[in-house]
């Protein structure tokens, strides 16, 4: 038994082995074959440098030797050597003085570009300087253009916003007007000055000429006598004027003898006449306590010009004059 089993296991000791060299055997030979094939592969993806600097001499020795006007033999890789596939290639872009851009100076030539010179390149570079002018020339007019129009535009939008201000604003003092009037139409009170009521002095000042109705009086003026049914205060053009009583606004009118007047109702047929007046504070309709300001004096008219500034002051009842004199404090 013993003898069986050491011959079992260099039996499988020698199987083994020889696995074991010829997978080597075969790995080794793979190795040789594989190696065999890189070398046999072209070297056409090898740049050679130095061949090209010999090609690159030999074209500039040959372009110095060629005559002048006569066309330069190239090989076939350099005229293909700029393509529109080519990154640094514009195929818009076109040469200064070519047959497709037209110049100040070409124009004046009749469209015909200028024979070369040996000053090509700076010609060149005045060409494309001028088309820089010119383009900077253009934009300019257009930022002009476009800064009008927005000027334009800006100044119709300020007209319009400020006629429109003034539209609102014309629109509030009229209803500021109109409320005015109705607040003082709802609030006012009752009328009712009798024969015992008092008036108050409308301006502080002389009597010109007094109240009469009885007989004539002289009015320096006109040189004349005649009935007089007010009273003519001396008074100071500018100086403001009060309501002598309570009363409600019945007219304002402009009469040429007298200026521009304000008729007051007192209540019980009484009515009140201020003449002679400039810059009233008041309006028709309206409702004006006792020493309220009504407006100021104003420069004589015509008819008062020897009297100078005064206030035509008169009371009536039912339409007949009243001495002011026998109601004044």
């Not at 007019?141 to 334009?152: F, L, Q, R, V, Y």
């Not at 002598?244 to 109702?265: P, Q, T």
């Amino acid at each position: 038994m013993r003898r069986r089993n050491r011959e079992g296991v260099r039996k499988e000791r020698i199987i083994m082995t020889l696995s074991s060299v010829f997978v080597l055997a075969a790995l080794t030979a793979t190795g040789l074959f594989i190696r065999g094939k890189n070398e046999d592969k072209s070297d056409g993806y090898v740049v050679d440098f130095s061949s090209m600097e010999e090609n690159a001499k030999e074209l500039a020795q040959g372009e110095n030797a060629a005559p002048a006007g006569q066309k330069k033999d190239m090989p076939e890789t350099m005229d293909n050597a700029v393509t529109s596939d080519d990154l640094d290639y514009d195929p818009y872009y076109q040469e200064t003085n070519s047959v497709n851009v037209e110049n100040e100076e070409n124009a004046e030539n009749g469209g015909k570009p200028e024979a070369d010179t040996d000053n090509g390149k700076t010609e060149s570079a005045d060409g494309k300087e001028k088309g820089i002018r010119k383009e900077d020339k253009d934009k300019e007019k257009n930022e002009n253009g476009e800064e009008g129009m927005i000027d334009g535009t800006q100044e119709s939008a300020d007209s319009g916003e400020s006629d429109s201000t003034l539209e609102e604003v014309a629109a509030m003092e009229e209803m500021e007007d109109t409320m005015a009037i109705a607040t003082s139409t709802s609030i006012q009170p009752a009328l009712t000055f009798g024969d015992g009521d008092t008036l108050t002095w409308p301006i502080v000042g002389n009597v010109l000429i007094n109240y009469s109705m009885d007989k004539t009086v002289y009015f320096p003026t006109l040189e004349q006598y005649k009935y007089n049914p007010a009273i003519i205060i001396a008074a100071v053009e500018g100086e403001t004027i009060t309501a002598a009583a309570n009363g409600k606004v019945s007219s304002i009118m402009k009469d040429r003898e007298l200026g521009n007047v304000v008729v007051m109702e007192l209540g019980n047929g009484y009515e009140l006449t201020y003449g002679q007046l400039k810059d009233i504070t008041v309006s028709e309709g309206g409702f004006v306590s006792q020493g309220e300001i009504i407006g100021s004096v104003a420069a004589p008219t015509k008819y008062f010009s020897v009297e100078g500034c005064n206030v035509y002051f008169k009371l009536t009842k039912d339409g007949v004059p009243v001495n002011p004199m026998s109601k004044l404090n």
